[in-house]
């Protein structure tokens, strides 16, 4: 019987045949052959040197990782502060200007006195700036620029209504006050002008630009935001250190969902799809933290903005050109951010607050936007407003 009892690899220089040798159990082994034996290896030595191949593997591995990774790791480091504009503030001198103008002492009726140059500074005094009781509408315009066929609808929201007219809080006659109107525009973002914003007597905001997430830029605090049913932010957190929400009022309905959100009793599933996007049902503010902008602030808007434009026709103006309008009623100086258009670059942010581009302005129809950006350009250049992104 033959049995195997050694695996002997020959040394290909002795012309010995790389091959095992089958040999009598009872056959000595030639000493020749002892020095090329290969024993059979013991199971914890074997063991010893898989363990070993395994880790030598292992830490060939992370060193190979680590040679690909590192390097980029440390480039993507040092590029991050110039991709993300939030590290650093766009424009130094912008906010250096911000800083030094609320330095020095309000200036009482500064933007009274520098309107007066202005062809139009006429149009824009003396303006009723919220829906009283006893007010004088335009009944003879519909919604935006008047109130005829809303009657009705009215005077139920006036109802609800606990408070009319201006609180002791924006009433100009007791001290100087200072305005800022926070408009959406891109220009905004990265402009670290957040804690200069918080610092005006009364800041205005429009529809549902958010602060929460953007106190940097665009401050945290609100005293009236005016906004259309469509255009209320859904987010509760979004209507904190909020004193006031104004209504601008479109449509006869839009009085309809102000009454609502005030008592507390929705609107019906009927009367909710005549509305183009989906409105809140709820506003945490207290009846009397609203209002109803005066649409002769809409009216006196567009008739301004008349002289601007290209084609004549009763004009809508957008809510950043009323609000700057509603503002030279209630402030002695008044200060503009985040407001202008960038056309010539067309990827440009449109809104601080989100990545449309700016040639998304192109689709829209309804508002003039070059003869509202001359018209601002005109305030700024009189002196009567301050551009704090200038973007105008």
Known sequence: ???????????????????????????????????????????????????????????????????????????????????????????????????????????????????????????????????????????????????????????????????????????????????????????LHGSHLGSHIDLYDIIIRLNNAPVSGFERDAGSHTTVRLIYPEGAPHSAKEYKKTTMVALVVFKSLDLDWLTAVITKQPLSFWSKMWFWREVVDDIPLRPENFRILHPEIIHRTGQVLQKYALKQGNMVPTLGASAVVMALQLCDQVSLAGFGYDMQHPKARLHYYETIHMDAMKAQVVHDISAEKLFLRDLVAAGAVTDLTGAL
């Open 1 to 187: 019987m033959v049995t195997l009892n050694h695996l002997s690899v020959e040394d290909p220089d002795d012309d010995s045949p790389l091959l095992p040798e089958a040999v009598e159990a009872a056959t000595p082994m030639p000493d020749f052959h002892k020095r090329q034996v290969v024993t059979k290896t013991d199971s914890r030595e074997y063991s010893l040197n898989r363990s070993e191949n395994l880790a030598f593997s292992l830490v060939l591995l992370i060193g190979c990782y680590s040679a690909i990774l590192i390097p980029v790791y440390f480039s993507m480091d040092k590029e991050a502060p110039h991709s993300n504009d939030y590290q650093h503030p766009r424009d130094l001198a912008l906010l250096n200007r911000s800083a030094f103008l609320l330095s020095g002492p309000c200036q009482p009726r500064w933007c009274l006195n520098h309107l007066k140059p202005l062809s139009c500074s006429a149009g824009l005094l003396n303006i009723p700036v919220f829906v009283q009781q006893d007010s004088p509408v335009p009944w003879d315009l519909p919604p935006p620029l008047g109130l005829q066929g809303s009657e009705d609808h009215l005077a139920l929201a006036l109802a609800s209504l606990p408070q009319l007219g201006l609180p002791p809080s924006l009433r100009r006659d007791s001290s100087c006050r200072r305005c800022v109107v926070v408009g959406n525009g891109g220009v």
